[in-house]
């Protein structure tokens, strides 16, 4: 069956877990694999010569043993860190910075959906795309036959369409945080539509703090549907279920078996 015709709610492990194992590890999804979930989420961006890495942040010191912004370093720099050096509790096992080849592989396996946000780089304040990135993530993506397994989202909004062109079945979405639409706007809610669907995405990924009641309905009826992140607690994801959105992103994949049946 391809997995986007299900109407079912997608419970989505943010970054594989990030709670509960090393962020955007090969570790943090293969335990994904092993709960309740029905997709992982991951950020891509790429190393100095031209690598799909799956990483979060513009520099590695956050969450490796090493330093250095992405747009310095080469893969082989990437991959000798220790991803796991700065998780809470400490890890057992260093953690390499896996590539996206390494993980949609992991998934295939897995029989799970990918949803892949496309990170910008970073120089100081100034954000900077990489040369590529999309034609490597499509070329990534098709290689390892997921296509229909996937779903790619940005803040940037303008490398949407241009996934489109690249592989027309590819689903898309808009990540939408304070950032980039403001919810006190007049006719906030359509105009967010009318951008969305110009963008020809199928997906809207709404930051919790934005949700309100009326927005599973409302982007229905206008032929989207409605991902919300990050919800941390049982209570939240057992309440946000009922609402109707269509997915649910979480550090911690493990409370999706208790809060939501």
């Known amino acids: 069956?391809?997995?986007?015709?299900?109407?079912?709610?997608?419970?989505?492990?943010?970054?594989?877990?990030?709670?509960?194992?090393?962020?955007?590890?090969?570790?943090?999804?293969?335990?994904?694999?092993?709960?309740?979930?029905?997709?992982?989420?991951?950020?891509?961006?790429?190393?100095?010569?031209?690598?799909?890495?799956?990483?979060?942040?513009?520099?590695?010191?956050?969450?490796?043993?090493?330093?250095?912004?992405?747009?310095?370093?080469?893969?082989?720099?990437?991959?000798?860190?220790?991803?796991?050096?700065?998780?809470?509790?400490?890890?057992?096992?260093?953690?390499?910075?896996?590539?996206?080849?390494?993980?949609?592989?992991?998934?295939?396996?897995?029989?799970?959906?990918?949803?892949?946000?496309?990170?910008?780089?970073?120089?100081?304040?100034?954000?900077?795309?990489?040369?590529?990135?999309?034609?490597?993530?499509?070329?990534?993506?098709?290689a390892a036959g997921m296509l229909d397994h996937v779903m790619i989202m940005s803040f940037d909004w303008a490398i949407l369409p241009h996934l489109k062109e690249l592989a027309p079945g590819v689903q898309t979405g808009a990540l939408v945080s304070n950032a980039v639409w403001q919810p006190q706007a007049t006719e906030a809610l359509s105009t967010l539509v009318a951008q969305v669907k110009a963008l020809r995405c199928e997906w809207i990924h709404m930051n919790y703090k934005l949700f309100t009641p009326e927005m599973p309905g409302f982007f229905h009826a206008n032929g989207l549907q409605l991902g919300v992140w990050i919800v941390n607690d049982a209570a939240g994801l057992q309440c946000l279920a009922q609402t109707g959105v269509d997915s649910l992103t979480t550090d911690r994949p493990d409370l999706f078996a208790s809060a939501i049946a």
């Open 1 to 142: 069956m391809d997995s986007r015709s299900s109407s079912r709610l997608q419970r989505v492990a943010h970054r594989g877990g990030a709670a509960l194992a090393p962020e955007n590890t090969l570790a943090a999804f293969r335990r994904a694999l092993s709960l309740s979930v029905d997709a992982i989420e991951l950020d891509v961006q790429m190393s100095r010569d031209g690598h799909v890495i799956v990483f979060h942040d513009a520099t590695v010191e956050r969450l490796t043993d090493g330093q250095g912004n992405l747009l310095d370093l080469d893969l082989a720099d990437l991959q000798a860190l220790d991803a796991a050096a700065h998780f809470s509790g400490g890890w057992s096992q260093p953690q390499r910075i896996p590539t996206l080849r390494e993980v949609l592989d992991l998934a295939q396996h897995g029989r799970i959906r990918v949803f892949i946000e496309i990170k910008s780089g970073k120089r100081k304040d100034t954000s900077i795309r990489y040369p590529g990135i999309a034609e490597a993530v499509v070329r990534e993506v098709l």
